[in-house]
């Protein structure tokens, strides 16, 4: 499966698909796009010898037209799944409609709860004693898509946020490939009778 | 520790604090309340020894009414925690403010996911791989106020509503106890810096 990863940040999402996935068999890395030139996840990308691409804010008129040419590159490549790997802009409902099914987002809380920005800040403000990871189908919402793999982690407010942070990013690490994985094997269908429901049936 | 339990129906969370807590020197059910004069609740606590009191809507003008003549009956029974174990009755604002943070409730999903009626349906219906059990202090909210203890359940749709009920349930019978036991040992405080943090330090 041709994938493509579109990423804002340091990349560390990337490195883990790079690390497990690319180039054993199942899953080939097509394509690293982002909104800012000087993203990590880009000098990653390059490291290992996959194409890159830059869609800067300010270079389009607006985000339907940058989402139309982020489009229009992804097709070029031919890449069969987008996936959002702390891609920090909000995609145009055209763009999830033209990939409908064939762009995930991790998240990092247990969605529903905590979607939007800041989500390990909002679970340590709400109290709560289980956050987690959430991976998921992106639909025109957000963070509302129908959700593949999740992963709940203790919260015990007796380790600092940073070192709570670091467990949820190595629990993104984790499943983000796993999710990526089950779809390049088949396994991944919505229910026919709940368009919520990912049914996951392991080959 | 002087306990009550409010509860609607079958009372399986009561006999779960009857049989790990009552009478083992920590704590002590006081008595038990209910709506319905038919709960099953009612026939557990009388099984046990422990006193009774039926408040059927009908009997009351309102509900302010009847939570007044709740609350004098449990400051008449000297009552330390009043303990909401499936009570499908909403309570009065001046009854949460009367016994302000010395009320906790067990509720079937990890808040703040799915609050209110049919939590587990609600969880089926959105698709969620992981859902829980939460016990929480009782606020004016319909099931926001500060979390005490969390437990998560994964959830893989192979099994049916049923099944994953009852390990819902069982881990409710778990965690309500629990949760009991620290209030009672004086483990648990709330956070001076934020209301809605639940400090446990078990002792």
New interface residues.
């Given amino acids: 499966m041709r994938i493509a990863v579109l990423a804002s940040g340091s990349g560390t999402n990337l490195q883990a698909i790079l690390d497990r996935l690319h180039g054993r068999g199942k899953v080939e890395v097509v394509g690293v796009g982002s909104d800012r030139p000087d993203a990590r996840a880009l000098a990653r990308a390059a490291g290992a010898g996959v194409p890159t691409a830059v869609f800067p804010v300010s270079e389009f008129a607006g985000r339907d037209e940058r989402d139309a040419a982020i489009g229009d590159w992804l097709e070029s490549i031919a890449c069969e799944l987008v996936v959002l790997a702390g891609y920090m802009q909000l995609l145009s409902d055209a763009f999830v409609r033209r990939f409908a099914g064939r762009i995930i987002n991790v998240h990092p809380a247990?969605?529903?709860?905590?979607p939007g920005l800041d989500a390990i800040g909002q679970a340590f403000?709400?109290?709560?004693?289980?956050t987690?990871v959430t991976v998921h189908f992106v639909d025109e919402g957000v963070d509302t898509g129908?959700?593949?793999?999740?992963?709940?982690i203790e919260l015990?407010?007796t380790r600092p946020v940073h070192e709570v942070t670091e467990e949820i990013h190595a629990v993104e690490h984790e499943i983000l490939p796993r999710a990526i994985e089950l779809i390049a094997d088949g396994s991944v269908r919505i229910?026919p009778d709940?368009p919520?429901?990912?049914?996951?049936e392991e080959r």
């Fill in positions: 247990l969605l529903p709860s905590f403000a709400h109290g709560v004693r289980v987690g129908p959700i593949l793999l999740q992963r709940p015990t407010y229910d709940n919520r429901l990912v049914r996951i």
